[in-house]
């Protein structure tokens, strides 16, 4: 089992900074897959940033150059850095972890507002 906590979510004008954080507990020494998603009002949950174990980081065209995903594993803690955020990156951002053993688990979610 793996405990997901984000943090790091709140009001931004366009143009802002957010980092999100997603500390992990329990079995984090199994985790192999680390994803950002978020979800929007009346959208669909979208694939926003994935960072593996070995370190290779993928992102979502619509944040390319802007959102940064990086991990402190002394910390169990990934964290998506989000510059030049603009009023279309208002969502719950959710922090999604796959284990070795293919387990899923999905954090509550932080809100991301971002004014125009």
């Known amino acids: ?22 500390a992990a507990s329990g079995s984090s020494v199994n ?22 174990r070995a370190g290779p980081r993928n992102y979502a065209d619509f944040v390319k150059g802007r959102f940064t995903i990086s991990k402190d594993n002394a910390k169990n803690t990934v964290y998506l850095q989000m510059n030049s955020l603009k009023p279309e990156d208002t969502a719950r951002y959710y922090c999604s972890v796959t284990t070795t053993l293919n387990g899923n688990y999905w954090g509550q979610g932080t809100q991301v507002t971002v004014s125009s």
């Not at 985790?31 to 593996?52: C, D, F, H, M, S």
């Open 1 to 22: 089992q793996v405990q997901l906590v984000e943090s790091g979510g709140g009001l931004v004008q366009a143009g802002g900074s957010l980092r999100l954080s997603c």
């Open 31 to 52: 985790i192999n897959v680390v994803q950002w998603y978020r979800q929007a009002p009346g959208k669909q949950r979208e694939l926003v940033a994935t960072i593996t």
